[in-house]
T-cell receptor, first 116, second 117 residues
Framework: AQSVTQPDIHITVSEGASLELRCNYS??????LFWYVQSPGQGLQLLLK??????LVQGIKGFEAEFKRSQSSFNLRKPSVHWSDAAEYFC??????????????FGTGTRLTIIP | GAVVSQHPSWVICKSGTSVKIECRSL??????MFWYRQFPKQSLMLMAT?????????EQGVEKDKFLINHASLTLSTLTVTSAHPEDSSFYIC?????????????FGEGSRLTVL
């Protein structure tokens, strides 16, 4: 069965510190991979995505993620967090098809708290 | 580009009434839209997949007679919560996939918070 796991429910880091949010997936083949961010009471914004090619992808707001096939992981990183990064982060894989109608499955999310 | 708008952003209704939430893709056509439900401090739970011109596909455990979905055009999908009860109170989020985009990427609305008294 297809699944996605975000092991960390809540992470607290100091402003200016580095950040890594973990995401592991279990799919029959490499899926497309996304990271979305959700601020309180808001919809979701796409941070970055991986389809193929370079395994290190750059996103908005200084975020990056690295796809590791051997570990079935797609961890999100940022070298130095800002207070405005406090939000909920969701990893979401989707099965690769030619039809474009596959559903996006979300991880449980990681809530990021930033302390001054 | 790729903006999705939901309306209303919040609604309060009495128990037993029906509420309609609209999801519009403003600058693209969307053959497929998805409706999610999110409880406080939880992840998004997919409710149904809405395809333009056909019946929605509901996830297991989602009552299709309770949550009516209509996708009458390439830019509009609606979710109607019928005979709403307090347990239907939640944050409902729609998303849309541009027609012809086969990369799986979705664009999300701002969400609609429903409170049933």
């Amino acid at each position: 069965a297809q699944s996605v796991t975000q092991p960390d429910i809540h992470i607290t880091v100091s402003e200016g510190a580095s950040l890594e949010l973990r995401c592991n997936y279990s799919y029959g083949a490499t899926p497309y991979l996304f990271w979305y961010v959700q601020s309180p009471g808001q919809g979701l914004q796409l941070l970055l995505k991986y389809f193929s090619g370079d395994t290190l992808v750059q996103g908005i707001k200084g975020f990056e993620a690295e796809f590791k096939r051997s570990q079935s992981s797609f961890n999100l990183r940022k070298p130095s967090v800002h207070w405005s990064d406090a939000a909920e982060y969701f990893c979401a894989p989707v099965k690769q098809t030619n039809f474009g109608n596959e559903k996006l499955t979300f991880g449980t999310g990681t809530r990021l708290t930033i302390i001054p | 580009g790729a903006v999705v708008s939901q309306h209303p952003s919040w609604v309060i209704c009495k128990s037993g009434t029906s509420v309609k939430i609209e999801c519009r893709s403003l600058d693209f056509q969307a053959t497929t839209m998805f409706w999610y439900r999110q409880f406080p401090k939880q992840s998004l739970m997919l409710m149904a997949t809405s395809n333009e011109g056909s019946k929605a596909t509901y996830e297991q455990g989602v009552e299709k007679d309770k949550f009516l979905i209509n996708h009458a055009s390439l830019t509009l999908s609606t979710l109607t919560v019928t005979s709403a009860h307090p347990e239907d109170s939640s944050f409902y989020i729609c998303s849309a996939r541009p027609a012809g985009l086969n990369t799986g990427e979705l664009f999300f609305g701002e969400g609609s918070r429903l409170t049933v008294l």
